[in-house]
């Protein structure tokens, strides 16, 4: 089991904790996901799982529907202040659009007690394996919580999910939508 490669820094500002993905590329250009639009969501994993550890098929669970990558762990303070309106989000919207779950707790068991205490029903990428720090590689994320939008063909929308949603709950999806 590889563990993502987050390693946290202090701003010279005063005792901000930015977690932060280590020896990734700075981005510019075109992204990966940019390049790989054409593949539609068969970059995620097949088989991903649910809050009790049963497995969720990509196609059944995001078929058609605008997906938010989100990149997140139990233990991080602006992720529980998120989470919840999140979850909120996603139950008023399941019809056409849907998270995935990226977690960078410390083993599966955290992974499945967050998403069990905040009412988590959209699904996750398994623990185990490579695909966590792949998605997490792929979309440059650097800090969590990150919110990362991708359109039903696959296409990147937006890394700023977090953003859109804190500043127009109301509006986002169909910000999203538009692409």
Do not use: H
């Amino acid at each position: 089991m590889k563990r993502p490669n987050i390693s946290i820094m202090r701003t010279f500002s005063g005792g901000l904790a930015i977690l932060a993905l280590a020896g990734l590329p700075i981005l510019s250009g075109s992204s990966a996901a940019e390049e790989k639009a054409g593949e539609g969501l068969a970059f995620l994993p097949q088989n991903l799982v649910d809050a009790e550890g049963k497995n969720v098929r990509r196609e059944k669970a995001l078929q058609g529907k605008t997906v938010g990558l989100y990149f997140s762990a139990k233990w991080c303070a602006p992720c529980k202040a998120f989470t919840p309106g999140l979850v909120k989000f996603r139950d008023a919207n399941s019809k056409e659009f849907e998270i995935v779950f990226v977690s960078f707790d410390k083993d599966d068991k955290e992974l499945k007690d967050y998403m069990k205490s905040y009412g988590m029903k959209f699904p996750a990428v398994n623990f185990e394996g490579e695909a966590r720090q792949e998605l997490a590689d792929r979309y440059g994320v650097r800090s969590i919580p990150t919110l990362v939008i991708i359109g039903a063909d696959g296409k990147e929308i937006t890394r700023d999910g977090r953003g859109d949603l804190t500043a127009d709950a109301g509006g986002a999806l169909a910000k999203w939508k538009k692409g």
